[in-house]
């Protein structure tokens, strides 16, 4: 009987120490599609980059769950930055999306940050113009339209927090110089988001 519950006992561990290990590969393993973003600001866009000051654009997909902690980091960016930068998010809204199917807690919280614009990519039209392909992506262009930072703004997957990337954008808008050109973006693919990853 108790090399039973001995056995039983080390299955438990082992099953209880792979969960972990798991968790914790997941947690920091950034997004798998890489992003190749121009650049140049495209002209396509349907955002007009101002020229006096730099642009922000922030790409989310509204069901990401990972992509709540970016929105709050990118509430704290404004303070820092003040109005000296243009900032846009833009919510992924794939075609043949039902009306409303963006209209999650997501995209509340990310119209609730002053001094930010908000955009729904209808078909992912400036998703596919910029080359994003990770929820979380944030990249920043100075005003003459050269691309100074690619990116994500949390230290891992969900985590709030100081990180490279935050400090990266604030250090570039405010004094135009930064050790960080490019940090790693950990959310889901902005296409073919599993049902059971989604937040409802």
Known sequence: MKIFITTGIILWLAAVGYGLVYLSRYETAPGAKP????????????????RTRATLIFFAHPKCPCSRASIRELARIMPEVGPRLAVYVILSKPAGSPAGW??????????RIPGVKFIVDENEVETDLF??????????????????????ITR????????AGRSAIAALVNSNFSEHSETPVYGCPLQDLPDDQMVR
């Open 131 to 152: 080359g994003v392909r990770t929820s979380g992506t944030a990249l920043l262009y100075d005003p003459d339209g050269n691309l100074r930072f690619q990116g994500g």
């Open 156 to 163: 891992s997957r969900g985590m709030e927090g100081d990180n």
């Open 102 to 111: 963006e209209n999650t807690d997501l995209r509340s919280s990310a119209e």
């Open 35 to 50: 992003d190749s973003p121009p650049g140049k600001f495209p002209s396509l866009s349907r955002i007009v980059p101002e």
